[in-house]
Nanobody, 123 residues
Framework: QAQLVQSGGGLVQPGGSLRLSCLAS????????VVWFRQAPGKEREGVSC????????YLADSVKGRFTISRDNAQNSVFLQMNSLIPEDTAVYYC????????????????WGQGTQVTVSS
């Protein structure tokens, strides 16, 4: 059974850091593009970052560029979102999603989804 299980997240003060993990099982993870979305209350879902299954190229939204980093470890079947210099505007539920796309894009559809994890940035 293909699934994504997320870990990480929580409450952090502004300026702090968190790392989100997305662990895949039940499928050949290496060839899948993985995207991180977030959704804050009352706001539209935002594509934050993605990493391609074909060539490991990455994308970061302007809102997080310079602060967030996406990476993958295929030996661990995992993708990570390192979030530094967090600001209150980063508060949201974060979701990882995966699908067989050579190049990733936050505008594509993704069939596999993680359960979501809350990130709260507050003093």
């Amino acid at each position: 059974q293909a699934q994504l299980v997320q870990s990480g997240g929580g409450l952090v003060q502004p300026g702090g850091s968190l790392r989100l993990s997305c662990l895949a099982s039940g499928f050949t993870f290496r060839y899948y593009s993985v995207v991180w979305f977030r959704q804050a209350p009352g706001k539209e879902r935002e594509g934050v970052s993605c990493i391609s299954g074909g060539d490991d190229s990455t994308y970061l939204a302007d809102s997080v560029k310079g602060r967030f980093t996406i990476s993958r470890d295929n030996a661990q079947n995992s993708v990570f979102l390192q979030m530094n210099s967090l600001i209150p505007e980063d508060t949201a539920v974060y979701y990882c999603a995966a699908d067989v796309h050579y190049y990733c894009s936050v505008d594509q559809t993704y069939d596999l989804w993680g359960q979501g994890t809350q990130v709260t940035v507050s003093s």
